[in-house]
Nanobody, 116 residues
Framework: QVQLVESGGGLVQAGGSLKLSCTAS?????MNWYRQTPGNERDFVAG???????NYADSVKGRFTISRDDATNTVYLQMDSLKPEDTATYSC?????????????WGQGTNVTVSS
């Protein structure tokens, strides 16, 4: 069982920056960030596998950067040049692999609001 604790959300003006953090209670193979707005499905934002293989949604490429600190089992999402459409609840996801089986764990979510 992996528990995830997120922090760093808040209110920011368009063009500003925020940095989200997510600390896991155990080691994960992959860690991802997703976001969701009311009435919509949860969308993938960014992911990191191992120490350096990253992937981003097209809508955030060039503006968001995901990184991880394996010493503390923490994943970060640096969000720059924020837009009002980035407003959402951001959730951390950790994927563990045990005996070939993937398990997904989710954080409680942190709200990001970007004002125009």
């Amino acid at each position: 069982q992996v528990q995830l604790v997120e922090s760093g959300g808040g209110l920011v003006q368009a063009g500003g920056s925020l940095k989200l953090s997510c600390t896991a209670s155990g080691r994960a193979s992959a860690m991802n960030w997703y976001r969701q707005t009311p009435g919509n499905e949860r969308d993938f934002v960014a992911g990191i596998i191992g120490g350096s293989s990253t992937n981003y949604a097209d809508s955030v490429k060039g503006r968001f950067t995901i990184s991880r600190d394996d010493a503390t089992n923490t994943v970060y999402l640096q969000m720059d040049s924020l837009k009002p459409e980035d407003t959402a609840t951001y959730s951390c996801n950790a994927v563990t692999v045990t005996d070939g089986n993937n398990k997904n764990y989710w954080g409680q979510g942190t709200n990001v609001t970007v004002s125009s």
